[in-house]
């Protein structure tokens, strides 16, 4: 079964600059996650989709980020301006439902200069 | 909201000898824990969860045990294998199943 895929690995910036993020979730997967890792700490939820709709969105910082997942499937997740303190991991997950298993893809590395 | 935080940042255990690693939090509506090993470059990778109406579970070199009364548990992998070397997570989650992540402990196996 192949897993979560993400793309880019690896991104650098500056500041003020506009970056997108892309997730491919396993296939049959309802609900998907987008989670911000920051250096040295443990990932931070950003945004839950369960399908095609927002779950959960309050720990994303809306006046920059914002997220979709139009087809209930890959999702993209944006930033705009990114600013020096995004830089971080970012990671996508699903899950069969909510209440399962969450399955990670490998992250994209964020660096803003 | 939920707070959850490990003990030690590092642990350095030899080849061979058991690890233990712990965590807690604050919230007592939280009713299901995971732990997670993430690797350098990868994501978290399930390792093993409990439910609150448990106090222990095992599963295949590795044993979780909650203790509710003072909101704590632990990882306990036996007879640690170099590719045991990994950051730990543990993760605390409510009924809505959306996990708060502590912060990590780097274990490091020695030869």
């Known amino acids: 079964e192949a897993g979560v895929a993400q793309s880019p690995r690896y991104k650098i910036i500056e500041k003020r600059q506009s970056v997108a993020f892309w997730c491919n979730p396993i296939s049959g997967h309802a609900t998907l996650y987008w989670y911000q890792q920051i250096l040295g700490q443990g990932p931070k939820l950003l945004i839950q989709f369960q399908n095609n709709g927002v779950v959960d969105d309050s720990q994303l910082p809306k006046d920059r980020f914002s997220a979709e997942r139009l087809k209930g499937v890959d999702s993209t997740l944006k930033i705009q301006p990114a600013k020096l303190e995004d830089s971080a991991v970012y990671l996508c997950a699903s899950a069969v439902a909510f209440y399962n298993e969450q399955f990670f893809g490998p992250g994209t590395r964020l660096t803003v200069l | 909201g939920e707070s959850v935080g490990l003990h030690l940042p590092t642990l350095s255990v030899q080849e061979g000898d058991n690890s233990i690693i712990n965590c807690a939090y604050s919230?007592?509506?939280?009713?299901?824990f995971i732990w997670y090993k993430q690797e350098s470059g990868k994501g978290p990778q399930f390792i093993i969860d409990?439910?609150?109406?448990?106090d222990k579970r095992q599963g295949q070199r590795v044993t979780v045990l909650l203790n509710k009364t003072v909101k704590h548990l632990s990882l306990q992998i036996a007879a640690t294998q170099p590719g045991d070397s990994a950051v730990y997570f543990c993760?605390?989650?409510?009924?809505?199943?959306?996990?708060?992540f502590g912060s990590g402990t780097q274990l490091t196996v020695l030869p």
């Open positions: 409990i439910r609150s109406n448990m």
């Open positions: 993760a605390g989650a409510g009924s809505a199943r959306q996990l708060t």
């Open positions: 919230n007592s509506a939280s009713d299901y």
